[in-house]
């Protein structure tokens, strides 16, 4: 079955300093990844997504993420962090459970913090 | 934005009540997926439908039902609230491999 491991449940980082959001997957098929953002008293939002091809995925508000099959990771960064960019973030795999059933398995969650 | 919209917003019930939350997809996704986010939590899956027809659950009782809709709306019934049932209630469309969210019902059971 397909995990999701989130390593850190809170990172802070100073305004303009490296974002990196460590995320460990399992899976017994390759797998198709996806790092979402959710801001308060809000939904989710997808940031970028990991299916075939290019292992460095590229997405929304400067983030890109490295999916990595040898390390079974798929880590998110952005070179320059933001004020706006304080939110939780989550990781998810994508469990193909058989016939059209697709479901995400999320992590727990990492909460960023930017100080000023 | 995502074009999923979810209704209401926010729920107070009772335990032992019955409550109905209500999701609106985009045209042509015919598959819809709902997911619990209790506070502190990633969302789990509770389950999906396609076509109309349940085709995958999560681990939930059976007091946590849903409908599907040819209009592309769809709906998810829990029964017998427990407290433990106050989260985030966040439906999701899908198209091809990707899920689009909606911005979620808060509900609260007391």
């Known amino acids: 079955a397909q995990s999701v491991t989130q390593l850190g449940s809170h990172v802070s980082v100073s305004e303009g300093a490296l974002v990196l959001l460590r995320c460990n997957y399992s899976s017994s098929v390759p797998p198709y990844l996806f790092w979402y953002v959710q801001y308060p008293n809000q939904g989710l939002q997808l940031l970028l997504k990991y299916t075939t091809g290019a292992t460095l995925v590229k997405g929304i508000n400067g983030f890109e993420a490295e999916f990595k099959k040898s390390e079974t990771s798929f880590h998110l960064t952005k070179p320059s962090a933001h004020m706006s960019d304080a939110a939780e973030y989550f990781c998810?795999?994508?469990?193909w459970g058989g016939g059209a059933t697709n479901k995400l398995i999320f992590g727990t969650g990492t909460l960023l913090a930017v100080q000023p | 934005e995502t074009g999923v919209t979810q209704s209401p917003t926010h729920l107070i019930k009772t335990r032992g009540q019955q409550v109905t939350l209500r999701c609106s997809s985009q045209?042509?996704?015919?598959?819809v997926s709902w997911y619990q986010q209790a506070l502190g939590q990633g969302p789990q899956f509770i389950f999906q439908?396609?076509?109309?027809?349940?085709?995958g659950r999560g681990n939930f009782p059976p007091r946590f039902s849903g409908l599907q809709f040819p209009n592309y709306s769809s709906e998810l019934n829990v029964n017998a609230l427990e407290l433990d049932d106050s989260a985030l209630y966040l439906c999701?469309?899908?198209?091809?491999?990707?899920?689009?969210f909606g911005p979620g019902t808060r509900l609260t059971v007391t």
């Open positions: 439908y396609y076509r109309e027809e349940e085709n």
């Open positions: 999701a469309s899908r198209k091809d491999y990707e899920q689009y």
């Open positions: 045209s042509g996704h015919n598959t």
């Open positions: 998810a795999v994508s469990d």
